[in-house]
């Protein structure tokens, strides 16, 4: 009976467990077993807060304790013969690469959780790799720098300084000190523009975590910028459409022959800015001369688009306004998706520069647009028709209360 | 036998067609003839037709037959939308959208039921209003005051129940923040909102109850309210003008159906009241017809439970009269209100003075003229704020630059003692 009291107490927290009270206890859970073996675990009698931030990683998980990595001897109680053999207690930033490595480059111990093993061959690709493993640049991240050392947490864990959403704030934390940048003449303004841009805005805003952040486009063992010619490649991993059909325009060949910079020639990169409808012919004139015939294309490409946008954005407002007075807009709302498939895929065939597809894209949207606004516009009329019922009802109504009036009238002087 | 039944026939039609005044009572007359026989619906008819009303009697008090006749509109509107309407979560959106846009004037009986629904409130509250401030509630006639604020509270509940049934976004969400409002009544607000929810969520079974209760529950409850509410202002008859002294209502209140004494002197009620009746509802249902045709009420977007509106512009009175009343004196002034309401429901008990003037009951004349005044400012202010619904919660804010998320940690409780020297050197 007493033993029940003290299971139950400890049970909600009153008083600690000890070993002694479960051994009778056979159903209890492992997870209350696992806390009772700390009680015998030395390194957390002086390391206790570490236990905390430790327990909740993903090596803690699968049993990986201390010891595991630092050595020692976790059974002692003694701070000399704890820390004593192959004790490795605060790794610099080199033996933290060389210890994570001893497991995350063994593609046998990570076979059973589907890892791979070539973090170390993608590191030393890197900036960040060249700069630590050959030159031993103290600036440079280790693997505890984005990882954390003790709180190790898998990517899809919404805590883990790799989740989608923190990988930008974790790459800052470096990227946006100026006075380490400034060594390696690097800016800083990297993550202000990808707040502001359509890719942070997916990630930020509206927590789409396909959108891509710094390790999509640049790596994450084996980050490093990309070169002018690989932009395209780059690019074309998420935007494959556009991809193509800038293969098949002149742009492609002006980038292989390095008289572009591929995307970048018409859009940022951290900031990825979308050209503005009404910016395109302006945007030609940084490479082509003002009124000449590839500025010309411009012109026309920007009055195609400008067209097709005022069409769609009238027959939008005249969907709404057909739907608000009752009326059904499946057909309506389907020629718009129609449309705007159309106008989507002319921003793709843009980057192709295919003059007479486009023209026919353009062709596609005004007839939909077109015939939504006809339809509004009949139904508009209808509803206009329906104001006439007022007159025959006002009519009756007077001559009703008139005759009322004056019959009153009569029947009380 | 056939021969007795024909004379009795003959006669009846004769009777009738004697004693009718009108030519649907003489039709009438034909049918019921041996029913009226041991009924005397026939005299009964007569009674009514030569009832006089107190030459007081005026155009005011048409005000309770504009509610009667926008609660018949109610009827025959509400049947006709009831032949195509739905009501299901797939089927109850669609059919409105068939209502408005396909079944021939199916767009001006919905908007007639909605804006008769709006006015049945205001007509309501104004025929509420005549009867406080001419005393109209004193003894003998506080049952009727009593029946009368019921079937108030009986149209604001069809007016409640009848917002959810067009399931669009902006019934969805309305019906949403009042189930939540009610939630929040201590004891047993949650209880209730559960069960008049029927789920976790509004959902098909919210629909479902609100459709019986619509179309089912309060109309017999109306039906049975409006019959009682008419045979005790004939029974107990209108309360005389302010000025002259009630006789405890003795001269009218003999006037019933069933007595054969009828008072000569005052108004007649045929034609003359019926005439002002006539010329009042007409323009009523001009006023409804004129509204519904120049400010229909617009189809909003499909509900979606999953899709929190930013803005939900409630049009339901005690929402509006609540919020403005919650914005402009807090929570306080929102109970107080509602005791001054709850007050003037039970002043017949507390005010049975025979005194009727106005000046002769300052303070109930006072404090009518503020829940009055009051309900219709706080509804028109009600009807400016654009209330969020509960259920949108505040979004967190976007990581900054150098703003590094921190990673929480749980709390593991207390750090584990030190073991004891016997368990030294076992695995961990």
Known sequence: ?????????????????????????????????????????????????????????????????????????????????????????DPDKLETVQLCSSCHADADQMRQYGLPAGQLAEFRTSRHGQLLLERSDQNAPTCTDCHDAHTILPPEDARSNVHPTNIPATCARCHDNAEMM??????????????ESEHGKGIFERANFAAPTCTSCHGSHAALPPGVTEIVNVCEKCHVLVGREFRRGPHDRATRDDALPGCLGCHSNHGTEGVPP???????????????????VGVELQEGVIRSLQGLAA??????????????????????????????????????????????????????????????????????????????????????????????????? | MIKKWLIQFWGDLRTSADAGLLGVARFVGLLYGPIDRNLRIDEAWRKALRYRLAEHVGWRHALGGITYVLLMVLVVTGVLLAFYYRPSVEEAYPSIQHIVSEVSFGWLIRDL???CANLIVVVALAHMARVFFEAAYKPPREMNWIVGLALLAVVLAFGATGYLLPWDQWAYWTVTEVLDAIALIPLFGGLLADAIRGDVIASGATLSRFFALHVIVLPWITLALVSYHFTL??????????????????????????????????????PNHLLRSFAVAVLTLAVAVTLAILFPRQVGEPANPYLVPDELVSTW???????????????????????????????PVFDRRPERGLRQRPVAVALGAVFFVGFLAAWLAGQQIRSVPPTARPQPDVVGAGQVQEVPLPDLGPTPPIPNPEDVGREP
Request: glycine content about 10%; charged content about 20%.
């Open chain 1, 1 to 89: 009976m007493m033993r029940c009291m003290a299971l139950v107490c400890a049970a909600v927290g009153l008083v600690p467990v000890s070993p002694h009270m479960v051994a009778g206890a056979p159903g209890w859970q492992l997870r209350m077993q696992q806390q009772s073996s700390d009680t015998t675990y030395g390194c957390l009698i002086c390391h206790a807060e570490k236990r905390r931030t430790f327990t909740i990683g993903i090596h803690s998980e699968h049993g990986i304790r201390c010891h595991n990595c630092h050595g020692g001897d976790p059974a002692s109680f003694e701070r000399g013969t704890a820390h004593g053999g192959r004790f490795l207690g």
């Open chain 1, 278 to 296: 009404d910016g395109i012919a302006a945007l030609c004139t940084n490479c082509h001369e003002p009124d000449s015939r590839a500025q010309m």
């Open chain 2, 113 to 115: 039921h909605v804006w």
């Open chain 2, 233 to 270: 202002i004939r029974r107990r008859g209108l309360a005389p003008p302010m000025t002259a002294a009630d006789e405890g209502g003795r001269k009218w209140r003999v006037s019933g159906m069933w007595v054969d004494e009828e008072p000569t002197g005052g108004r007649p009620f045929f």
């Open chain 1, 315 to 413: 027959s939008q407002q005249a969907i709404e306004e057909m739907a608000a007075a009752g009326h059904q807009v499946a057909d309506e709302r389907f020629r718009y998706q129609t449309a705007l498939t159309s106008y989507r895929e002319m921003a793709q065939v843009h980057h192709s520069l295919d003059m007479e597809l486009l023209e026919d894209l353009g062709r596609q949207v005004r007839s939909d647009t077109e015939l939504i606004r006809a339809t509004a516009e009949a139904a508009a009329e209808r509803r206009w028709e329906r104001k006439l019922i007022l007159l025959p009802v006002w009519f009756l109504t007077l001559s009703a209360v008139t005759f009322a009036w004056f019959k009153l009238r009569e029947l009380e002087g």
């Open chain 2, 317 to 347: 009175v005690p929402v509006d009269v609540s919020l403005a009343l919650i914005r402009f004196t807090g929570t306080w002034g929102l109970a107080l209100f509602s005791l001054l309401g709850v007050g003037l429901i039970l002043l």
């Open chain 1, 182 to 195: 400034d060594e390696y003449g690097i800016p800083i303004n990297q993550f202000a523009q990808y707040r």
